[in-house]
C-alpha cells in the first residue's frame, strides 16, 4: 500500500514541476510585482504541502505494516517540522481511512479556497494593470486631444485671418480688373479712333508722297532750266558783243533756237510741261541743223561714230555677259523670269538716263567755263565740243560726273 502511494506521487510529477515553478520565479522575480511574486510563492507551498501530505500518508502506511510501530499512532510530537496551524489537520488524527478522506477533502476545500483566491488575486491584478494602463491610455488621449483642440482653434484663427486677406484680396482684384477693362476699353476706343484716322489719312500720305516727288522732280526741272537759261544768256551776251567787235569779220548765221514763248503760243489740246519744251527746244537745237561733216556738233564726226561704237558695244557687253550674272543674281530671289527681266531692262533704262543728264549737267558746267575765254572764230557749242573731246576719253562717265 506505501509502495503504491509511492510509486503514484512518483508518476505524478509533481516535484519536478514545483522544480520548474522555482525556477521560474527566481528568473522573472525583478520583473514582477509583490503580489505576482506573492501568490506564485504561495502556489510552490500548497503544491510542496500536498506532496508532504503524501509523504505522511506513505509514512502511516508504513507504520502501520510494520511490527514495530504498528500499535504506534502518527502523532505531531514525532515530527516537529510539521507544527503549522496551515497543515496540522493532516497530522494530528490518527490515519484511518475515513480520517484520510475527511483530511483530503478539507485539503482539496483549502487548495480549492485558496486556487480561487490565487485566481481571483491575479484578476485583480491584471484588472489593476488594465486599469492603469487605460487610466494612462486616457491620460494621454485626453492629453492629444487637448493639443488637438488648441491646434484646431489656432488652424481656425489662421483660417479665418486667411479668408478675410482673401475677401480682400478678391476686392482689391475685382477693382483693379474693373481698372483694367475700363484701361482696355478706351484703349480699344484710341485704337479704333486711331485705325479710323489711318484709315482717312493714308491716301493723303501717300497722295503727300507722290506730291512731294512731283515737287523734288519740278524742282530739279526749275534748276536745270535755270542753269540752261543762264548759259544761253551769258552766250548771247558774249555772241552780241563778239559781233559789235568784229563787225568787219564774216560771220557765219546760225538759226536761232526756239524760244519756249514759241513754243508755247503754239496751238496746243494742253499746256507743255517744263521737260516737254526743254526736249522741244533740244530738238531744234543749232547743233543739230546745217551742221558740215567736219564740226565736232555733227552726228557724222568721226569722234562721234566712235563714241556711238563704244556705247553700242558696252551695251552689247551689257546684254550678253552682265546680264546673265544679274539674272542669276535675281533669280534666288525670283523665279519669275519675265519679271526679272523686266527689272534689268528698267534698271538699264534708268542708268543710261541719269548717265545722260549727268553728262548734260557736266557739259553746261563745261560751257560756262569756255564761255569765259572763248573769242571765236567757231561757236562756243563747237568749242566746248572741241574741249570734250580733246580732254576726256570716248565716253567715261565717272571721270565727268567726277
Request: glycine fraction near 2%.
Amino acid at each position: 500500500m506505501a509502495r503504491y502511494g509511492i510509486g503514484r506521487l512518483m508518476d505524478s510529477q509533481e516535484i519536478p514541476s514545483m522544480q520548474r515553478k522555482l525556477e521560474n520565479l527566481y528568473d522573472t522575480y525583478n520583473y514582477n510585482s509583490n503580489l505576482t511574486n506573492y501568490l506564485k510563492c504561495s502556489e510552490i507551498i500548497e503544491q510542496n504541502a500536498g506532496v508532504q501530505r503524501k509523504l505522511v500518508g506513505s509514512l502511516c502506511d508504513i507504520s502501520s505494516e510494520s511490527p514495530i510501530y504498528s500499535a504506534t499512532r502518527c502523532y505531531p510530537y514525532r515530527y516537529p517540522y510539521y507544527y503549522s496551524s496551515y497543515y496540522y489537520p493532516y497530522y494530528y488524527y490518527p490515519y484511518t481511512a475515513a480520517a484520510s478522506a475527511a483530511a483530503a477533502a478539507a485539503s482539496a476545500a483549502l487548495t480549492t479556497e485558496a486556487a480561487l483566491n490565487t485566481t481571483i488575486a491575479r484578476k485583480n491584478a491584471e484588472i489593476s494593470d488594465l486599469s492603469y494602463k487605460y487610466e494612462r491610455e486616457l491620460d494621454d488621449l485626453e492629453s492629444d486631444l487637448n493639443c488637438a483642440k488648441i491646434n484646431n482653434r489656432q488652424l481656425k484663427t489662421e483660417l479665418s485671418d486667411t479668408k478675410g486677406e482673401l475677401i480682400s484680396e478678391r476686392a482689391r482684384s475685382a477693382s483693379r480688373n474693373l481698372s483694367n477693362q475700363a484701361d482696355i476699353a478706351a484703349l480699344k476706343a484710341k485704337l479704333s479712333r486711331a485705325e479710323l484716322k489711318l484709315c482717312t489719312l493714308e491716301p493723303k500720305a501717300v497722295l503727300a508722297q507722290q506730291l512731294e516727288r512731283e515737287i523734288s522732280d519740278l524742282k530739279d526741272e526749275i534748276r536745270r532750266v535755270k542753269c540752261d537759261n543762264t548759259v544761253l544768256a551769258e552766250h548771247n551776251e558774249f555772241q552780241a558783243e563778239l559781233i559789235r567787235s568784229r563787225a568787219a569779220s564774216p560771220i557765219c548765221y546760225w538759226p536761232r533756237p526756239v524760244s519756249p514763248i514759241y513754243i508755247r503760243s503754239r496751238p496746243c489740246s494742253r499746256a507743255a510741261s517744263p521737260c516737254r519744251l526743254r526736249a522741244l527746244s533740244r530738238s531744234v537745237s543749232p547743233c543739230r541743223v546745217g551742221l558740215p561733216s567736219d564740226s565736232p556738233l555733227s552726228p557724222n564726226h568721226c569722234t562721234q561714230v566712235i563714241r556711238q561704237d563704244s556705247l553700242t558695244a558696252r551695251f552689247n557687253d551689257l546684254y550678253t555677259i552682265d546680264r546673265l550674272s544679274a539674272m542669276d543674281t535675281l533669280r534666288t530671289f525670283s523665279d519669275d523670269y519675265e519679271n526679272n527681266q523686266r527689272i534689268l531692262f528698267a534698271a538699264v533704262q534708268e542708268a543710261f538716263s541719269v548717265a545722260k543728264r549727268l553728262f548734260a549737267e557736266w557739259k553746261i558746267r563745261v560751257r560756262s567755263t569756255v564761255a569765259l575765254t572763248h573769242l571765236g572764230p567757231e561757236t562756243l557749242e563747237e568749242a566746248v565740243q572741241n574741249y570734250i573731246n580733246r580732254n576726256i576719253d570716248l565716253y567715261d562717265l565717272p571721270v565727268m560726273t567726277s
